[in-house]
């Protein structure tokens, strides 16, 4: 099973509401990632976990909050977001994150869709 | 620092016709490289990588791709187009002992099959 999941499909939010998006795996991954893409561009990460805890952040605005509160799951808290916060949120897993330097493939959820009016 | 050029914004041809789909990289360090594809509304489906070994790689749906250090390349071919190709394709680079995992992308190309 190479997949990852993430809820909901959409969103759509007020910028005085808090949300929660949802990404779970089951393939025994180590390493999580949150990454935002807008239209006709590529993906941009915002947070790395490894091993439960938060390794890169990318300078995200702390409206995103994110949480990793077990191995299979991570979730990504909003609040107070702006609308240039529209965007598809993807859900990535690999192995483990060192390994990439060693070339890992990174598994990607089918994103959620998120639209802050 | 790593970076990727897709060359490029959209591609278009015919089915049947010979897909190239072009990425150059720049790393100072051995690079990994990977392809993937993302179809309308769907996340990003890994299509190859390059990691060591044999420089020609082969990859899902027919594609395949050629690393060549000598012109930082590592172009995406595909013999014969077919409809169901119609896709954003992403190149994307991480360095050998990168540390955090860090992927990096190029902007992407388009490819629209006509028929």
């Known amino acids: 099973d190479t997949e990852v999941t993430q809820t909901p499909k959409h969103l759509v939010m007020g910028m005085t509401n808090k949300k929660s998006l949802k990404c779970e795996q089951h393939?025994?991954?180590?390493?999580m990632y949150w990454y935002k893409q807008k239209a006709k561009k590529p993906p941009e990460l915002m947070f790395v976990?490894?091993?439960?805890?938060?390794?890169i952040n990318e300078s995200v605005p702390s409206r995103f909050s994110p949480e990793c509160p077990n191995s299979s799951l991570l979730n990504l808290h909003l609040h107070a977001l702006q609308p240039e916060d529209s965007a598809l949120y993807l859900c990535?897993?690999?192995?483990?994150?060192?390994?990439?330097?060693?070339?890992?493939?990174?598994?990607f959820g089918p994103g959620t869709r998120l639209l802050v009016l | 620092a790593q970076s990727v050029t897709q060359l490029g914004s959209h591609v278009s041809v015919s089915e049947g016709a010979l897909v190239l789909l072009r990425c150059n990289y720049s790393?100072?360090?051995?690079?990994?490289l990977f392809w993937y594809v993302q179809y309308p509304n769907q996340g990003l489906q890994l299509l190859l990588k390059?990691?060591?070994?044999?420089?020609l790689v082969k990859g899902i749906n027919g594609f395949e791709a050629e690393f060549k250090k000598s012109e930082t390349s590592f172009h995406l071919t595909k013999p014969s187009a077919h409809m169901s190709d119609a896709a954003e394709y992403f190149c994307?680079?991480?360095?050998?002992?990168?540390?955090?995992?860090?992927?990096?992308f190029g902007q992407g190309t388009e490819l629209s099959v006509k028929p």
């Open positions: 393939m025994g991954h180590r390493a």
């Open positions: 976990y490894s091993y439960e805890k938060l390794s």
């Open positions: 390059y990691t060591t070994g044999a420089t």
């Open positions: 994307a680079v991480s360095a050998r002992y990168n540390q955090g995992g860090k992927l990096i």
């Open positions: 990535a897993s690999s192995q483990t994150n060192m390994g990439l330097a060693g070339g890992e493939t990174q598994y």
């Open positions: 790393s100072s360090v051995p690079p990994y």
